[in-house]
């Protein structure tokens, strides 16, 4: 049985027969042996009651985490959830698990993901590398949710605009990505995965499944990469938001590139 780096004793009464999920591979991680052996009494009705917690950085802040790890908790958190999401052949299940549990961590990795189809959007067409960067400045709180919307808006269009298949995909990668910040709950986990599986279809569009199997197994190592990479909270800082110019300024930019480059086609 992979515990992925786990200690089995931890799994086996954390983890048990349930399945392996973000927030219980997380609070497994972050607890230890010694925990176990101090406060788990013989009798059944008296085992610790294990409560996880909705996110990666109050995982990794909790006195369980610190208390077995000391100053490697976070290291120790994310190298299980890493090696978790390289288990799986289709990087939009891990993706949809991660934005289920903690939406700034899914929305984080699914942003990683929608990155590597950037290469099929024409030059000159900035919009959907502008939601990509701006959704990253909304986790960092440099960005508010408008910002978010507004670009992935612009995103949603360039998509829309795109003149083949393989733009369309890439540009709507990008607009799921940054809708996953924005969607309701019960969405944004679905959003997440969309980033994935359009990601996977710009690389091998269209009838080439094959390729986009093989895409959609290698995106697991860039969501672990990004698991890895996610910013701390001592990283993040008070939302205080885009201003509207910085946007608009971007975003009008993108838009009469995509202007001059239809031109130069039709001339």
């Avoid at 030059?123 to 919307?149: H, K, S, Y």
């Avoid at 008070?238 to 838009?255: C, D, E, K, N, Y």
Wanted: glycine share 4%; aromatic share 8%.
């Amino acid at each position: 049985m992979n515990t992925f780096g786990i200690d089995p004793r931890v799994w086996k009464e954390i983890v048990g027969r349930k399945k392996a999920m973000p927030a219980l591979m997380a609070l497994a991680a972050s607890a230890c042996p010694t925990v176990l052996n101090k406060g788990l009494p013989r009798k059944s009705e008296q085992r610790i009651a294990w409560t996880t917690y909705d996110s990666l950085h109050s995982t990794e802040q909790s006195d369980l985490a610190i208390e077995c790890h000391g100053d490697n908790a976070s290291i120790v958190i994310r190298n299980a959830l890493a090696e978790w999401t390289m288990s799986h052949k289709d990087a939009e299940v891990p993706l949809r698990a991660l934005a289920k549990w903690d939406r700034k961590l899914g929305v984080w990795c699914a942003c990683a993901v929608a990155e590597t189809a950037l290469k099929y959007v024409p030059a000159g067409e900035d919009r959907p590398r502008i939601a990509i960067w701006t959704t990253r400045q909304w986790i960092l709180g440099r960005a508010t949710i408008d910002n978010v919307r507004n670009a992935y808006s612009a995103s949603s269009a360039a998509a829309t605009a795109a003149y083949t298949a393989y733009a369309y995909t890439a540009a709507y990668a990008a607009y799921s990505a940054s809708s996953a910040a924005a969607a309701s709950a019960a969405y944004a986990n679905h959003a997440a995965a969309y980033a994935a599986a359009a990601s996977a279809a710009a690389a091998g569009w269209p009838g080439q499944t094959r390729i986009r199997n093989a895409e959609l197994a290698r995106l697991c190592e860039v969501i672990a990469q990004a698991i890895i990479n996610y910013p701390t909270d001592e990283m993040v800082e008070p939302s205080r938001g885009l201003s509207t110019g910085m946007i608009a300024a971007g975003v009008a930019g993108a838009l009469i590139a995509a202007s001059l480059m239809r031109a130069s086609r039709q001339s």
